[in-house]
């Protein structure tokens, strides 16, 4: 989901030495919508290995525009989380980072940013808010369901609370060798456009998941809603 923290994990894998931080990426939305929407269409050759070749082919197209040496690239658009089927059919090789973090401070977070453009216009709105959620619930189970040990969980609470130890089992998980730099993530020079932009710049603090508390009697409507997903 947005607001998770993977504006945090981003910054802290690629101050790695050998990978490169791609940011927010939208190539994928942009090959992968149209095979979706011809399939619902009822065009089931979309779906083909030709298909997946052809999305292969033009994103690491994209990649080589990016103008790095690194052969370790991160992608962290949140809502990929749709496509994460399609990304490990047509790239075998990637790593699948999820980041999960407390129901309500993910969702409150989500509500008081002001995104740009309609991709989270859903977050507007407490009822919205909570059906998106609750989709998003839905779809990592079953991406986790079809593809068992190729997603890999990383707690934003575990992350703040135990840094160096959720760093070191992410690098290894990403078959990365320890880079001490990992741990100065607030270090990065990389440009950062994300909400995100001004707390990656400080040190790893805990906390950030309780501010909704603040609020909670007027946001009754939302915590009511993610009452199924709070002990899960």
């Not at 040496?69 to 699948?96: H, M, S, V, W």
């Not at 977050?123 to 808010?129: A, C, I, K, W």
């Not at 950062?192 to 001004?198: C, I, L, M, N, P």
Request: hydrophobic residues 35%.
């Amino acid at each position: 989901m947005p607001r998770s923290g993977t504006t945090l994990v981003e910054q802290i894998i690629s101050n790695h030495h050998k990978v490169y931080g791609g940011g927010e990426l939208n190539t994928l939305t942009k090959l992968i919508n149209p095979i979706i929407k011809n399939f619902i269409e009822g065009d089931i050759t979309h779906l083909s290995k030709k298909a997946l070749t052809f999305v292969r082919q033009e994103y690491l197209a994209m990649l080589h525009q990016l103008n790095t040496t690194d052969r370790i690239i991160t992608d962290k658009l949140p809502l990929n989380f749709q496509y994460i089927g399609f990304i490990l059919l047509a790239f075998p090789e990637a790593k699948i980072v999820h980041l999960k973090r407390d129901a309500i401070a993910t969702c409150w977070s989500n509500f008081t940013c002001s995104f740009i453009g309609e991709a989270n216009g859903y977050s507007n709105n407490f009822d919205d808010l909570v059906h998106f959620y609750g989709l998003y619930r839905d779809l990592m189970d079953f991406w986790h369901e079809r593809y068992p040990n190729q997603i890999y969980d990383l707690c934003y609470e575990d992350l703040t609370n135990n840094q160096e130890e959720e760093t070191r089992k992410l690098l290894k998980y990403c078959e990365l060798k320890w880079d001490e730099n990992c741990l100065n993530f607030h270090e990065n020079k990389r440009a950062v456009k994300t909400a995100s932009s001004f707390q990656v710049r400080e040190k790893m603090y805990q906390g950030s998941s309780e501010t909704w508390k603040k609020y909670e009697s007027h946001i009754q409507p939302l915590i009511d809603g993610l009452k199924p997903y709070l002990k899960q």
